[in-house]
């Protein structure tokens, strides 16, 4: 499995992406960290909760490239997948946590921004069963990629017909 500094996207080793998940909550390359330990380069921000990192490994795991702790113009993301356009929050509390709701929620699209889905997950729902929610989340990611492109297909169709 390859794993991508979530500063400048170039690949890191499996070495170095455990040390920069313990320390930093996200993976990071060396290159990354010494501009950032002479002032030069983007931080490495805050750790992540538990939860996070918990989630962010099993999405990698599952090959879903993702990153901990980013921020859009407006708020914390605790892991966003940008390729899928889809931003996930932790810590939201909520009545049922169960995979049902989760998939209720994902179907839902739980809260939109400029095109970019926010998921909110419980952080109990985390600590309950990781691997369920990690692969309710990877099919959604994947279809929703797969969606967006389908849809970029039509549109250039419609734009390749118009030229005509």
Partial sequence: MSYYCSVCNDQISDKMYAYSMDHFGR???MECLQKNSDGRGPAPVAKA?????KLSYALTKRGIRNNLVTHDAIRHVDISI???RLFIELDFQQQVFDEKQLHADLEREVYDQEDISTVKVPNA????NVDAVADSLAKF????YRQDKEEKDYEDEEEDDLDL
């Fill in 82 to 84: 940008p390729w899928a």
């Fill in 49 to 53: 909760t538990p939860q996070a990192v």
């Fill in 141 to 144: 990611a994947v279809r929703r």
């Fill in 125 to 128: 729902l985390v600590d309950q």
């Fill in 27 to 29: 993976a990071i390359c």
